[in-house]
C-alpha cells in the first residue's frame, strides 16, 4: 500500500506559475512510476505527465514545453513545475503511482490539490 500526498495548488493569474508535490509513504518510491493527472470540473480525469523509475519523462501535447515532471527518489517525492499557466489548466491535479507485481499493475492515488487559473 502507498499514500499520497499533494501540495501546492492554488489561484494564479494566466501566465503564472505553480509547483506541484507529492509525498509518498514506503520505502520502495524508486521502483513505482510516477504520473500527474488531472480533472477539470465536468470532465474525465486525464494523463498529464509521467516519470518512470530511473526519470525517463513523456507529456501530454497540451503541456509539453510549459510542464516539467521530476522526482526526488531520497524525499520520496515527486513535483510537478508548472509555467506559462493557462485557464485551461485549472482542474484538480492528482499524483499516482504505479507498479507491476506479479504481472499485476497496481495503482494508488493521492487526495487531490486544486488548481485555478484565472484570466
Known amino acids: 500500500q502507498v499514500q499520497l500526498v499533494e501540495s501546492g495548488g492554488g489561484l494564479v493569474q494566466a501566465g503564472g506559475s505553480l509547483r506541484l508535490s507529492c509525498v509518498a509513504s514506503?520505502?520502495?518510491?524508486?521502483?513505482?512510476?510516477m504520473a500527474w493527472y488531472r480533472q477539470a470540473l465536468g470532465k474525465q480525469r486525464e494523463l498529464v505527465a509521467t516519470?518512470?523509475?530511473?526519470?525517463?519523462?513523456n507529456y501530454v501535447d497540451a503541456v509539453k514545453g510549459r510542464f516539467t515532471i521530476s522526482r526526488d527518489n531520497a524525499k520520496n517525492s515527486v513535483y510537478l513545475q508548472m509555467n506559462s499557466l493557462k485557464p485551461e489548466d485549472t482542474g484538480v491535479y492528482y499524483c499516482?503511482?504505479?507498479?507491476?507485481?506479479?504481472?499485476?499493475?497496481?495503482?494508488?492515488w493521492g487526495q487531490g490539490t486544486q488548481v485555478t487559473v484565472s484570466s
Open positions: 516519470i518512470t523509475g530511473s526519470s525517463d519523462t
Open positions: 499516482s503511482a504505479a507498479r507491476r507485481v506479479s504481472g499485476i499493475l497496481r495503482r494508488y
Open positions: 514506503g520505502n520502495i518510491f524508486s521502483m513505482y512510476d
